[in-house]
């Protein structure tokens, strides 16, 4: 594997000096800057600069049928999705619902099972929720709906009505959106909308419902500004599915993610919650959004893989602390089995790479299956050979159906979904089902079909991928003065909410490695000296040896080691000190 090129971020030096001059530390406006901050306004995390409810369309008609239907004391069920947004948008949903007047007998959920019923509301599920809860008028989906054309149709034939919240992108067979006919559609991303924030992940939609909900019932008389329901009670749950979906951090969400880590930091959450940072091992005290998407989300997503997301669910819905605990234990049992499974696929994996081509001269996109794969993890092997190889890759596995499951991840100047749409017209029918974003997407084959997609894809790939595309480049905010080589700028920098299109500092500087020890199978431990001083050093997942002068791509982290805080550079790259940036 190359050595990827450490490119320094671009500071515009007028608006690094207008976030100085209105206050904002020096190092943070350099930082701000460099990410597209233009005005201190856009760092005000508070509520109040939330985006208004009511401009994300769908909002007003949801508020109206949701409190409708709350008055008639309908049973309503949730139709939820198997990853970590999905179930932090369940129990939200179920949570705020609650607190704004449902009953709770009128209040049901079902997730479906990965490899039984498949992604979203179809048919089959309208049917599966009718058998459990025959009483049920009401769907809402969360995190699912926006491509269920033949699901909202069967509901409505059943007697029911639907209320999609979503925020994927729209099926367009034909080059137009296609949306179902449901009662109700809140998705920023659907025609017609013009909220701003259109990556807001579907837990961030279902809580700006409840928002509009909340306005609605105060119009009915039913609350009070003074008297009505806390909903910033649920920001904890909202700031883990946002971070775990891996959605752009734009402004309005990290004012959500900025919320919820600053409850979650004074204690102000969930049982569940608590018992996962429990389990996790980390300090909720000291929460930053990495700990959500590293520590927290997988052991989430890790039910919906391998076994059953209703866990999840439960754990963050369950206000008993010995439930939440032993429920947070199963997670993270779960999530040890899933490491296991995903090593193996993963070798696998690269074993069947290396049959493709050598590892300089790979295909410009790979297509990996093997029988033994699972089809939970196919998702996270191919971002992980997606990392590896720089290149997009979809892995396949078989579902129970008998036919290919696939889950791709991309890279920058490849919009996977747009992929796959296009190698739906040149093929017709290759696709039996597909959907997703600009760097993940899935779909499901036909098994005969396998070659003519590995063809169809490096063809595209051709077509659409330029030379610079495939090299990789790490974007990083240059030096960093070893005087702010402290503990102070390392929590200085811990405490925004860094995350996806709002990435967490990253310096690079060159030193001297002094001395390196591996620790554990997959890990370096650094004493590196720069300018006089020494300090430690640790590069996850890499025994390379590195000796000498080494340009690194580093954070600052505070280690805590036997109850003490102590400073600790995070290697994430090492490259030849007389290479350019």
Same mark, same amino acid.
């Given at each position: 594997?190359?050595?990827?090129?450490?490119?320094?971020?671009?500071?515009?030096?007028?608006?690094?000096?207008?976030?100085?001059?209105?206050?904002?530390?020096?190092?943070?406006?350099?930082?701000?800057?460099?990410?597209?901050?233009?005005?201190?306004?856009?760092?005000?995390?508070?509520?109040?600069?939330?985006?208004?409810?009511?401009?994300?369309?769908?909002?007003?008609?949801?508020?109206?049928?949701?409190?409708?239907?709350?008055?008639?004391?309908?049973?309503?069920?949730?139709?939820?999705?198997?990853?970590?947004?999905?179930?932090?948008?369940?129990?939200?949903?179920?949570?705020?619902?609650?607190?704004?007047?449902?009953?709770?007998?009128?209040?049901?959920?079902?997730?479906?099972?990965?490899?039984?019923?498949?992604?979203?509301?179809?048919?089959?599920?309208?049917?599966?929720?009718?058998?459990?809860?025959?009483?049920?008028?009401?769907?809402?989906?969360?995190?699912?709906?926006?491509?269920?054309?033949?699901?909202?149709?069967?509901?409505?034939?059943?007697?029911?009505?639907?209320?999609?919240?979503?925020?994927?992108?729209?099926?367009?067979?034909?080059?137009?959106?296609?949306?179902?006919?449901?009662?109700?559609?809140?998705?920023?991303?659907?025609?017609?909308?013009?909220?701003?924030?259109?990556?807001?992940?579907?837990?961030?939609?279902?809580?700006?419902?409840?928002?509009?909900?909340?306005?609605?019932?105060?119009?009915?008389?039913?609350?009070?500004?003074?008297?009505?329901?806390?909903?910033?009670? %649920? !920001?904890?749950?909202?700031?883990?599915?946002?971070? &775990?979906?891996?959605?752009? *951090? $734009? =402004?309005? /969400? @990290?004012?959500?993610?900025?919320?919820?880590?600053?409850?979650?930091?004074?204690?102000?959450?969930?049982?569940?919650?608590?018992?996962?940072?429990?389990?996790?091992?980390?300090?909720?005290?000291?929460?930053?959004?990495?700990?959500?998407?590293?520590?927290?989300?997988?052991?989430?997503?890790?039910?919906?893989?391998?076994?059953?997301?209703?866990?999840?669910?439960?754990? %963050? !819905?369950?206000?008993?602390?010995?439930?939440?605990? &032993?429920?947070?234990?199963? *997670? $993270? =049992?779960? /999530? @040890?089995?899933?490491?296991?499974?995903?090593?193996?696929?993963?070798?696998?994996?690269?074993?069947?790479?290396?049959?493709?081509?050598?590892?300089?001269?790979?295909?410009?996109?790979?297509?990996?299956?093997?029988?033994?794969?699972?089809?939970?993890?196919?998702?996270?092997?191919?971002?992980?050979?997606?990392?590896?190889?720089?290149?997009?890759?979809?892995?396949?596995?078989?579902?129970?159906?008998?036919?290919?499951?696939?889950?791709?991840?991309?890279?920058?100047?490849?919009?996977?979904?747009?992929?796959?749409?296009?190698?739906?017209?040149?093929?017709?029918?290759?696709?039996?089902?597909?959907?997703?974003?600009?760097?993940?997407?899935?779909?499901?084959?036909?098994?005969?079909?396998?070659?003519?997609?590995?063809?169809?894809?490096?063809?595209?790939?051709?077509?659409?991928?330029?030379?610079?595309?495939?090299?990789?480049?790490?974007?990083?905010?240059?030096?960093?003065?070893?005087?702010?080589?402290?503990?102070?700028?390392?929590?200085?920098?811990?405490?925004?909410?860094?995350?996806?299109?709002?990435?967490?500092?990253?310096?690079?500087?060159?030193?001297?490695?002094?001395?390196?020890?591996?620790?554990?199978?997959?890990?370096?431990?650094?004493?590196?000296?720069?300018?006089?001083?020494?300090?430690?050093?640790?590069?996850?997942?890499?025994?390379?040896?590195?000796?000498?002068?080494?340009?690194?791509?580093?954070?600052?982290?505070?280690?805590?080691?036997?109850?003490?805080?102590?400073?600790?550079?995070?290697?994430?790259?090492?490259?030849?000190?007389?290479?350019?940036?």
């Amino acid at each position: 594997m190359t050595s990827p090129l450490l490119q320094i971020r671009d500071v515009p030096p007028r608006v690094a000096y207008a976030l100085e001059q209105a206050g904002v530390p020096p190092l943070l406006a350099r930082l701000y800057a460099a990410r597209g901050v233009r005005a201190s306004g856009e760092l005000d995390t508070s509520l109040a600069q939330l985006l208004p409810p009511d401009t994300l369309h769908g909002t007003t008609a949801a508020a109206r049928l949701l409190a409708d239907a709350i008055d008639a004391a309908q049973p309503m069920c949730i139709v939820a999705d198997y990853d970590c947004d999905g179930a932090t948008a369940c129990a939200v949903a179920l949570r705020g619902l609650a607190a704004l007047g449902a009953h709770p007998v009128q209040l049901r959920y079902v997730v479906p099972d990965r490899q039984r019923d498949g992604y979203g509301l179809t048919p089959a599920i309208v049917d599966q929720v009718l058998e459990r809860h025959p009483d049920v008028r009401l769907l809402i989906t969360v995190d699912n709906g926006i491509a269920s054309q033949e699901g909202v149709a069967h509901a409505q034939a059943r007697g029911l009505k639907v209320l999609i919240t979503d925020h994927h992108l729209p099926a367009c067979p034909n080059g137009e959106p296609l949306l179902p006919q449901a009662d109700v559609i809140v998705n920023p991303n659907q025609p017609g909308c013009t909220f701003p924030s259109k990556a807001m992940a579907g837990v961030g939609v279902m809580f700006y419902v409840l928002l509009a909900l909340r306005a609605e019932l105060r119009q009915r008389g039913r609350f009070t500004a003074a008297n009505q329901p806390r909903l910033d009670a %649920l !920001l904890d749950l909202v700031a883990l599915g946002t971070v &775990a979906d891996v959605v752009a *951090l $734009d =402004a309005n /969400n @990290r004012r959500l993610v900025a919320q919820g880590l600053h409850r979650i930091r004074q204690g102000r959450m969930q049982p569940g919650m608590r018992a996962l940072w429990e389990v996790a091992g980390r300090s909720a005290a000291r929460a930053q959004a990495a700990d959500l998407g590293f520590a927290l989300g997988p052991r989430l997503n890790a039910a919906g893989r391998l076994a059953d997301m209703t866990l999840g669910i439960e754990c %963050l !819905l369950t206000d008993d602390t010995a439930r939440a605990w &032993a429920l947070a234990q199963q *997670l $993270d =049992a779960i /999530n @040890r089995e899933r490491r296991d499974v995903e090593a193996g696929m993963r070798e696998q994996a690269e074993r069947l790479c290396a049959t493709l081509a050598p590892i300089d001269d790979v295909p410009l996109a790979l297509t990996l299956f093997d029988e033994d794969f699972h089809e939970g993890v196919v998702g996270i092997v191919a971002g992980r050979l997606k990392d590896r190889l720089h290149r997009p890759v979809f892995v396949f596995a078989r579902g129970l159906d008998g036919l290919l499951k696939g889950s791709g991840r991309s890279i920058p100047g490849f919009h996977l979904r747009d992929a796959l749409d296009w190698m739906a017209k040149q093929h017709p029918g290759i696709l039996l089902r597909f959907g997703g974003h600009a760097m993940a997407a899935g779909c499901t084959l036909a098994p005969e079909t396998l070659d003519t997609f590995d063809q169809a894809l490096r063809a595209v790939a051709q077509s659409w991928l330029a030379p610079s595309a495939l090299g990789k480049i790490l974007p990083t905010d240059g030096s960093l003065p070893t005087t702010l080589w402290t503990l102070d700028t390392a929590r200085q920098l811990a405490a925004p909410p860094w995350g996806q299109g709002f990435e967490a500092p990253l310096f690079c500087d060159e030193v001297d490695v002094v001395s390196q020890q591996r620790v554990g199978e997959r890990h370096s431990r650094l004493r590196i000296q720069r300018e006089g001083q020494t300090h430690n050093a640790i590069w996850f997942g890499h025994t390379a040896p590195l000796s000498g002068r080494t340009r690194l791509a580093y954070r600052l982290s505070a280690d805590e080691f036997q109850g003490r805080e102590r400073l600790q550079l995070v290697v994430e790259a090492a490259v030849p000190a007389d290479q350019k940036s």
